[in-house]
């Protein structure tokens, strides 16, 4: 499995989000091999999206991700 970081946000002060929503656009053959991970600066890690076999479309296209994981993350 290859790991690639698409991008990262930081604030100049702490806060606490309730929901975290990613709208992602990736190029892919099969969009099923993809595992989409986020994680929180304290190392909490949502899983997005996880590898499905059955899945043999292309791309995620202006997929949007809905994570409430983190939320009680520091």
Do not use: K
Not at 34 to 40: D, G, I, N, P
Not at 52 to 67: I, Y
């Amino acid at each position: 499995a290859r790991l690639v970081a698409i991008g990262s946000l930081r604030f100049s002060e702490a806060i606490q989000l309730e929901t975290v929503e990613v709208q992602l656009n990736i190029t892919h053959a099969r969009r099923g091999e993809l595992r989409v991970l986020l994680t929180s600066p304290s190392g909490t890690v949502s899983e997005l999206a996880q590898e499905r076999s059955n899945d043999t479309a292309a791309n995620f296209s202006n997929w949007v991700f809905t994570s409430c994981l983190l939320y009680t993350s520091p």
